[in-house]
């Protein structure tokens, strides 16, 4: 079941009851996107701002700070940090990876070149510290800082660790919380700090994001092998195309056979890849159900993060989180 085929939309329900703090969001976006002297960085976030997406994230930050009863103004700047946070990793991971699209739309690296990509990148991280300044929070500052540099070394670590194949799912989960479950868990736990909420529903604010981050990584690298391209706006195979040890092909290395050991050696970490060697990995997860595994493992991340808010008074937005963790997994076979 696709993300956009699923009966309930609970993501849907919070960003119609966020509207209007989306919408502050979205205006303050666009004004700091603008650039008097480079029209290139207006040009190239735009192309990515407007390819659509669910603004999962920084609708994040501001259920967590009204889940926290905050009713100031900074909500809406921390929001839109995380945004230019995320856009900026988007940016520079497509020129890392290669990539050729990204939301069923050509790349920025395609359209213009990678030295924009990286400089307009660049840019937006910029702009996210110069908003995180404006809350007046070391707190906040401290947060956003820390997981921008934690993004950065998930990053790094990946380069070397997703064509080896001594990876295994200690390091592959290390990579997870650093490049993509580390902006989850931020996002929500400057939300509680924004509002002066208590240590302990700060704590369960950034475990729910940690698992709920680690639960969407997972589910999107097995969507790369069993997903609806035209609903995930990425080739089904591209992970192993661009030799990402992902959690089913680590899972698959794990239990290989010599001969199945080879056939990984060859194609993840030499790169020789031949006609028909796609239809053989997928053989290979398929006789060790290393597919359905890696669901399993998705879903136990789910209830994690379900748990971690649990001990969170009764709120429509807590049971719209909840909601929102089981969902991820909805995308899934």
């Not at 931020?186 to 475990?207: M, P, R």
């Amino acid at each position: 079941m696709s993300l956009d085929q699923a009966a309930t939309k609970p993501h849907e329900a919070l960003a119609e009851m966020l509207s209007s703090d989306m919408e502050s969001v979205n205006r303050l976006i666009q004004e700091r996107m603008a650039s008097e002297h480079a029209p290139r960085i207006p040009e190239v976030t735009a192309h990515l701002v407007g390819a659509g997406g669910k603004r999962l994230r920084p609708m994040l930050t501001l259920a967590a700070a009204r889940l926290c009863g905050y009713d100031g103004p900074f909500h809406v700047h921390l929001a839109a940090t995380v945004e230019f946070i995320h856009t900026a990793t988007l940016l520079h991971d497509d020129v890392v990876d290669e990539s050729e699209q990204r939301r069923g739309r050509p790349t920025a690296n395609l359209l213009w070149d990678n030295k924009s990509s990286v400089l307009v990148g660049d840019y937006l991280f910029s702009r996210s510290f110069q908003l995180m300044t404006e809350t007046g929070s070391i707190d906040v500052l401290r947060i956003l800082s820390n997981a921008s540099a934690t993004i950065a070394e998930g990053e790094v670590l990946q380069l070397t660790a997703a064509t080896d194949l001594r990876t295994d799912e200690d390091i592959y989960l290390q990579v997870v919380r650093g490049k993509t479950a580390a902006l989850f868990s931020a996002a929500t736990e400057v939300g509680g700090v924004i509002a002066n909420a208590d240590s302990e529903t700060v704590q369960a604010l950034f475990d729910y994001g940690d698992a709920l981050g680690i639960a969407f990584q997972i589910a999107d690298d097995l969507l790369d092998y069993q997903g609806d391209s035209t609903q995930t706006g990425k080739n089904v195979g591209d992970d192993f195309r661009e030799r990402k040890l992902t959690l089913p092909v680590i899972k698959a290395v794990a239990q290989a056979t010599p001969k199945e050991r080879a056939f990984w050696q060859r194609t993840i970490e030499k790169g020789r890849q031949e006609d028909g060697d796609l239809e053989h990995a997928l053989g290979l997860m398929a006789k060790h159900n290393t597919l359905v595994a890696t669901r399993d493992d998705a879903l136990v991340w789910t209830d994690r993060a379900k748990s971690a808010i649990n001990t969170l008074p009764d709120h429509e937005i807590r049971d719209l989180l909840s909601g929102i963790a089981d969902y991820v997994v909805a995308r899934l076979k």
